[in-house]
């Protein structure tokens, strides 16, 4: 790709423009990837551009929340599954929104999938993250599963897999804080905090509170600032 | 981590911790109603048994097949062994057959080892005469951690735990000594002076021969088995005698303090060194160790196979 290493929101200001982005995102990899090409403005590299503030998660969550009650009529049968890492404060944060606006606690919990990834043999083995399901279980409920960054698809891949040996769901739904386009599967979300035309060689950043500290996601260019922590660059995960 | 898994020597706190983590979200699958992870599909484990084992051969094979690896059980009864072939031959048979990992135990110490520089997948000490069991050691640190309440990422930091028996001719003994000593644990041996191996002074642990002084100052004790068929020479008068002075009777164990735990690696003799009643007690944690022992062999496996093959 010509301009793969132009950082997209290099402009100073265009950080915070997308957050308001309202309605259910049905993005895929080609419109990202098409999207890309109207990027001119190079930003100096080692920057991050912030795409996300804190108060743009809150309100991304607080629709998401809405949604999911639209989509599943009050979500009496729902389950919150958050992927490990971020994805469990996401699921336990719109856990606690839903749970605000129907006034009775909403099941949420953490389904690790390292076990089931596809490039397992790719890399050394790595240690797990947690997996809770709750105690009722996921039998006839509509999972919701939750991540921070959709990318390729094949977390997703692998978490439909870990669900199937966990029980039968009635239907299984994803919500995710940002789409980031390339995927590599048939996979998309059902709810979207932000659609984030990205290049392939840019790195989506999603900072969490309850991991690090504070909100926000940071969108850069490949060898931009170093790694934090471990886990820390979302968009490696594929 | 290492490719192999031959002492417990070879396992750094961070790694040993990364399996005790690992064996911790491991042991959910045992919960659920399909007990499988799709892991290892298409990875073959080899048993290769050259002594009897019952629990820790099946530990290996149960661990296994939920991580969906094949299994091949090389029991030495009924195979060429019988016939006079050599280790290394068994092992080029293996190598042929493309083992990704092997699961040894042999009488000879040392024989993991050797067996390491001739295949090339990796080897997993299941024991190895008197010298080593790190799975052992691994699933006893396990259930040490879970028996005080300790979570994913805590060590043993402060557990006084007295190791009393057939020290001598113990794999378990050495292995643990290692390992819990690590962990941060203080160990303490308790046996007989003939059943102390000579070198004993080296060892992270402290020594004595007293069972009744010992007790009272210990969280988790581990008793061992006293294992007559590496007995060559008469180390102590009778067994009653030495059941008298190092058997965890009743008595015994109301001098423990509130919390702590027996263990034992079994086999079982019950009688000798640890009473019916007291392996039945309810702070035995005999059981679980064997539940617990999947688990624990289940994060070997995933962590020694389950990623990109180690150079």
Redesign the interface.
């Known amino acids: 790709m010509a301009h793969a290493a132009h950082p997209a929101g290099g402009q100073p200001g265009t950080g915070g423009d997308g957050a308001t982005a309202r309605g259910p995102g049905r993005q895929g990899g080609p419109t990202a990837r098409g999207r890309q090409g109207g990027t001119t403005a190079p930003g100096p590299k080692s920057n991050p551009t912030t795409v996300l503030e804190a108060a743009d998660i809150h309100r991304a969550l607080t629709r998401i929340a809405h949604e999911i009650l639209e989509r599943t009529r009050g979500a009496e049968q729902v389950v919150l599954l958050g992927i490990p890492t971020r994805g469990v404060p996401l699921a336990a944060r719109l856990a606690a929104r839903i749970a605000q606006v129907e006034d009775r606690p909403v099941p949420y919990g953490s389904l ?1 999938i390292t ?2 990834r596809d490039d ?12 809770n399901v709750p105690a009722e279980g996921i039998d006839g409920k509509t999972v919701v599963l939750v991540d921070d960054v959709l990318y390729s698809g094949r977390t997703v891949r692998a978490a439909l ?1 870990a669900l199937n ?3 039968r769901p009635l239907a299984v739904q994803l919500a995710v804080l940002v789409d980031r386009g390339h995927r590599e599967l048939p996979i998309r979300a059902d709810y979207v905090g932000k659609n984030l035309p990205t290049s392939q060689q840019e790195v989506v950043r999603v900072l969490l509170t309850e991991t690090d500290g504070e909100d926000g996601v940071l969108l850069e260019p490949v060898g931009g600032i170093p790694r934090p922590r471990r886990g820390g660059v979302t968009g490696r995960k594929r | 981590m290492n490719r192999h898994l031959i002492s417990a020597a070879d396992l750094s706190k961070q790694d040993t911790l990364l399996v005790l983590d690992t064996a911790e979200e491991l042991a959910q699958v045992a919960d659920r109603p399909i007990k499988k992870l799709p892991t290892l599909r298409g990875r073959t484990v080899v048993n290769l048994f050259f002594e009897d084992s019952t629990r820790t051969r099946i530990s290996f094979e149960a661990a296994a097949k939920r991580l969906s690896a094949d299994v091949i059980n090389f029991a030495v009864k009924g195979s060429s062994v019988a016939k006079g072939e050599s280790l290394k031959d068994t092992a080029l048979t293996l190598e042929a057959m493309g083992a990704d990992a092997v699961v040894v135990r042999h009488s000879a110490s040392g024989a993991p080892h050797r067996l390491a520089g001739w295949v090339r997948g990796s080897v997993i000490n299941a024991g190895d005469g008197a010298h080593e069991h790190p799975t052992q050691a691994l699933l006893d640190a396990f259930t040490i951690r879970r028996r005080f309440g300790r979570g994913s990422g805590e060590a043993l930091d402060g557990l006084r735990v007295t190791i009393v028996g057939d020290v001598l001719h113990s794999r378990v003994a050495r292995s643990n000594v290692w390992l819990l000593h690590q962990l941060g644990a203080d160990v303490a041996l308790v046996a007989p002076p003939t059943l102390l191996p000579i070198a004993i002074d080296d060892w992270p642990c402290s020594v004595s021969y007293d069972l009744d002084a010992a007790l009272p100052k210990s969280d988790v004790v581990m008793m061992l088995r006293i294992q007559q068929e590496r007995m060559n020479a008469a180390y102590f008068p009778s067994v009653r005698e030495y059941s008298r002075r190092y058997g965890l009777d009743n008595a015994r164990l109301r001098q423990l303090p509130d919390g702590a735990i027996v263990m034992h690696p079994g086999p079982m003799n019950r009688g000798v060194e640890i009473a019916a009643d007291v392996a039945d007690s309810p702070r035995s944690t005999i059981v679980e160790q064997v539940a617990n022992g999947v688990s624990v062999r289940m994060a070997v496996l995933y962590l020694l196979l389950g990623g990109l093959e180690a150079q």
């Open positions: 690790d076990m089931y397992l043999r790719l890399r050394p083995a790595r240690g797990l993250g947690p997996t897999d040996d966990l029980g």
